[in-house]
């Protein structure tokens, strides 16, 4: 009687290390949904990817301006350390929520939209691998308006990450005022979807009834 030799089956490496939150086999990618949010030690206030729906340190992002050509009012860079390799490659999207307006003050309208980008960091350089930019939001004055969009940005071509590098996704916030006084704009990043405890009409931006959940769907690839 032959013996019986046990045969054992490799278990491929992308199924073996990584939690996907849903898989497109057709793609051939596994998405991972990733919550913004920050942290904060002492005064420094920064900003990291998770997974996870922790209390972020603030639950959202609000300025002034007074400029009446778009101009770069926001730039928050969200991390997330490797500690194996990775590659993504795909559609990637994010869900925002970005608000302007001053409901205490006439002559604020103004207009406002997000860049999100994909970036490659190694400690010392800082690659970009694909952006997308929301559609424009107006506001008008005496008013708070806000509105959750989904941005889509296409990683046409494969990147790597090795074991120690920085999947690094940047939030741009851009706008203008389009009356004579200054207005105010802003966008949630609470994984807990808190509403924002204040005093002032135009620090709650977004407005209550809007999420401050800032989520990113990032493909990886499988290997199937």
Request: aromatic share 10%.
């Amino acid at each position: 009687m032959a013996e019986l030799v046990p045969i054992s089956f490799p278990v491929p490496t992308e199924a073996a290390i990584a939690s996907y939150s849903y898989t497109d086999v057709a793609e051939g990618t596994g998405i991972i949904t990733f919550y913004g949010a920050s942290h904060q030690e002492e005064s420094t206030e920064a900003y990291f990817l998770t997974q996870n729906e922790v209390y972020s340190n603030s639950v959202n992002t609000t300025i002034a301006i007074a400029e009446t050509s778009f101009t770069k009012v926001i730039d928050h860079d969200y991390d997330l350390v490797f500690n194996l390799p990775k590659r993504i490659k795909g559609k990637a999207r994010c869900n925002i929520t970005i608000a302007g307006g001053d409901s205490n003050s006439a002559n604020t309208s103004g207009e406002v939209y997000a860049i999100i980008k994909i970036r490659h960091y190694d400690g010392s350089t800082e690659t970009e691998v694909a952006s997308g930019q929301s559609e424009t939001l107006a506001f008008e004055s005496s008013a708070n308006t806000s509105k959750t969009m989904c941005v889509e940005i296409d990683v046409s071509t494969a990147r790597h990450y090795k074991k120690g590098e920085t999947l690094r996704i940047t939030v741009e916030i851009w706008a203008k005022k389009t009356a004579a006084n200054s207005t105010w704009v802003g966008y949630g990043h609470d994984p807990k979807d808190r509403n924002v405890d204040v005093v002032v009409d135009y620090g709650s931006l977004p407005e209550d009834d809007y999420t401050k959940q800032l989520l990113f769907y990032i493909p990886f690839i499988l290997d199937l």
